[in-house]
């Protein structure tokens, strides 16, 4: 089997909006689940919803507002 | 880049600024709201896929969204001063009549006849007439078994709430052979007397194990008991004399003279939870809506008779009310001067630690020398409920205010229109009770680590309320849809409302005398034209909410002249029997004002004008602007 590498660099801005975006869907998952336990789907549903689109130009920024490859 | 790309890019900025623009005239939408994220990705999207991107501008914007972020941290997760409790005291304030509220104008007959008799809809016409013949009010302990048993649970005990009686309140003295101890052969017991070991938390909390009474150790430990009695949390205060009420409604109106209480110095609260599965699922026409509160009085009651014969057996005074109408004094304000809640849009207190409104309390009145909590801890809630109106624009009868808040009898809060609170609470024909405040408060949730963190951030976050409420428009908890239920499926459709009604042209005839107590006109319900059926489209009207139309009454449930019919399964053809009468009786004013001169007779709610009052009010106070803490001051000296 050969070995799998994986090389990124990110600045330390890069890096505190990936923990943003991280946070934010682990708070989404959260609350999905949080609504779920207390058996509330459409809540669990919309706040996944409401963290995924907050999420969202954070996301785009990282992965496609960048320089174009050489 | 080119032209095409280029307009498109200048469109979806143009969307994105104008989403900005629809969310503050659309009074802070939650729809534009998150329209403006999408649209500010999908701009980025465009901008990266069609432009030249350097790593300048690359940094910029994630600086940019960074900062965004962490300044919304900030102004959401920021512990803030939490405000402090608002000042409801602002005029004036009369003591309350017990058989003028709600629950007792309805069950005595205030309001109307059909109501009276028909109240909670599970009653059949025999067993009314039984009732009466007993002498016995027409109520939730009559209607139907898990009700019966729950409501008749505080019942039973009413033997227990104390060893005397006050104010009429029925108390047969029912000693446990053990308690008549005094002296030094009580303080030979073992138990909790002075000398005696504190419960483990409270010794590490003092920093000494046994106990020295003091009122701080004293406050400790009744709280402790408390919660292992089985309280959600349990709340104290010092005794506002104006939240007993001047006249009793078991009694039917024996007045509650202030000197017979004046021992009563401070209130211990506990409190017990309706339970989230029943007030979720509740689907507006259950046999439960009732029930639970049922559950949740009687639970109380329970943990509050033993509390207060504990302290009767050390020595102290216990005195215990709980519901539905055991109650010596208003309930709302304990929850507020605790420390343990607000008051909120529906004119009750919102304890966010006992399930926001969802919960039933009992108190216990005692001189034992406790240590309050901070009368004036706030939580924010009247400042959220400002933003949101979720409880009155689910009520089905309009009774809860959509503004701003009023003043009444001397207090600045929101009122609720208690009488049609009441007749449809009393008279719904598709069930028992209501439920939809209840269900539909954004308090009222599990008390989860997620629900807590939600009640952190409005205690503490100036913009919390705008984006959480809805006053301008749907908001944050309006979209997220907590009604809709996995547990019950359809239970969570919201219903046209149908209630019992008076006949056609019913005016209620006044002065009206049941019992001890006079019903004078000033007392006539303001919403007496509208029970008889004037303005069938009841509730609210013209308000389309996630698809409903409150109040909208079905066109079949309509008579030939557009009225609700008073359409009853219990009984034969289904209407309601004519002619019914009030167990009270309509008595001359002549008549009534030489009784209520000479004793015979009571009347008077906090409304009714000093001269009309009988027997007269506190001069001490009663009498202008008294403030909470100038009120419990002045109580201890008594």
């Known amino acids: 089997m050969k070995d799998i590498k994986l090389a990124f660099s990110l600045k330390w801005y890069e890096l505190l909006l990936v923990m943003i975006e991280l946070g934010l869907l682990a708070a989404g998952i959260w609350a999905c689940i949080d ?19 907050w999420a969202l130009p954070g996301a785009v920024i990282l992965f496609f507002f960048k320089p174009a490859a050489e | 880049m080119n032209h095409k790309k280029k307009y498109i890019l200048i469109g979806l900025w143009s969307l994105t600024g104008i989403s900005v623009i629809w969310f503050f005239l659309a009074g802070l939408s939650i729809y534009a709201f998150l329209t403006f994220f999408v649209l500010f990705a999908a701009s980025f999207i465009a901008w990266g896929l069609s432009g030249k991107i350097t790593d300048k501008m690359r940094g910029r914007a994630i600086h940019g969204i960074n900062a965004f972020w962490i300044i919304m941290a900030f102004l959401f997760l920021f512990p803030f001063p939490v405000p402090e409790r608002p000042e409801y005291v602002v005029g004036e304030i009369h003591r309350f009549s017990e058989p003028n509220h709600g629950w007792g104008r309805a069950l005595l007959g205030a309001l109307g006849p059909n109501l009276f008799n028909n109240g909670l809809a599970y009653n059949t016409p025999e067993e009314i007439k039984g009732l009466v013949e007993i002498g016995a009010i027409p109520s939730v302990l009559t209607s139907f078994p898990f009700a019966r048993t729950t409501f008749g649970g505080t019942a039973m005990l009413n033997a227990y709430r104390d060893n005397v009686s006050h104010g009429g309140e029925p108390a047969v003295t029912m000693p446990y052979p053990w308690t008549t101890w005094k002296g030094a052969k009580r303080e030979n017991r073992i138990g909790w007397n002075k000398g005696d070991i504190l419960l483990g938390d409270v010794a590490h909390e003092v920093g000494y194990e046994k106990a020295k ?190 503004g701003d808040m009023t003043v009444e009898n001397g207090v600045k809060m929101w009122h609720v229109d208690k009488d049609k609170c009441v007749r449809f609470r009393a ?28 009640v952190y951030i409005t205690r503490h976050s100036y913009l919390a309320p705008y984006l959480f409420g809805n006053v301008r428009a749907i908001g944050l908890e309006d979209w997220l849809d907590f009604e809709t239920s996995n547990q019950a499926g359809k239970y969570n459709v919201n219903r046209p409302a149908r209630w019992i009604q008076e006949e056609p042209g019913f005016k209620m005839k006044l002065p009206y005398v049941i019992g001890k107590y006079v019903f004078t006109e000033g007392d006539r319900s303001t919403s007496e034209e509208w029970s008889t059926g004037v303005g069938a489209e009841m509730g609210k009207i013209g308000l389309k909410y996630k698809g409903v139309e409150w109040g909208k009454i079905p066109a079949n449930l309509l008579d030939k002249n557009g009225r609700n019919r008073n359409a009853h399964w219990d009984y034969e053809n289904g209407e309601l029997p004519k002619n019914l009468q009030c167990m009270g009786k309509y008595m001359p004013i002549e008549e009534v004002t030489k009784l209520l001169k000479a004793g015979k007779l009571f009347t008077g709610d906090w409304y009714t004008k000093d001269e009309d009052v009988y027997p007269p009010r506190s001069e001490k106070y009663e009498k202008g602007l008294l403030k909470y803490e100038d009120a419990v001051k002045m109580w201890e000296k008594e």
């Open chain 2, 213 to 402: 009474y003091t009122p701080r150790e004293n406050s400790l430990m009744i709280k402790e008991i408390g919660k292992w009695l089985g309280s959600m949390t349990v709340g104290i205060c010092k005794v506002d004399p104006r939240w007993f009420y001047s006249h009793d409604f078991m009694s039917m109106g024996t007045p509650l003279d202030l000197k017979d209480v004046k021992n009563f110095k401070y209130a211990i609260q506990l409190f017990t939870d309706q339970n989230w599965k029943r007030v979720h699922n509740d689907p507006g026409h259950s046999w439960w809506s009732i029930t639970k509160s049922g559950q949740a009085y009687s639970t109380s009651a329970w943990m509050a008779v033993r509390m207060g014969q504990m302290l009767r057996d050390m020595g102290y005074l216990g005195r215990v009310g709980y519901g539905g109408i055991n109650y010596d004094t208003i309930e709302s304000p304990f929850s507020v001067y605790n420390g343990l809640g607000e008051y909120g849009r529906l004119s009750d207190a919102v304890v966010p630690s006992a399930g926001g409104l969802r919960f039933k309390s009992a108190t216990v009145l005692t001189d034992f020398p406790l240590e309050p909590d901070n009368s004036n801890q706030g939580h924010g809630i009247t400042r959220f409920c400002e933003h949101c109106d979720r409880c009155a624009r689910a009520c089905p009868v309009n009774a809860i205010p959509q």
């Open chain 1, 35 to 53: 609504s779920l336990s207390i058996g509330c789907p459409m809540a669990a549903w919309r706040f996944l919803l409401l963290f995924v689109i």
């Open chain 2, 427 to 454: 008279g719904n024909l598709d069930g028992s009770c209501c439920n939809e405040c209840l269900r539909n408060c954004p308090y009222n949730k599990p008390d989860t680590l997620f629900h807590k963190l939600g």
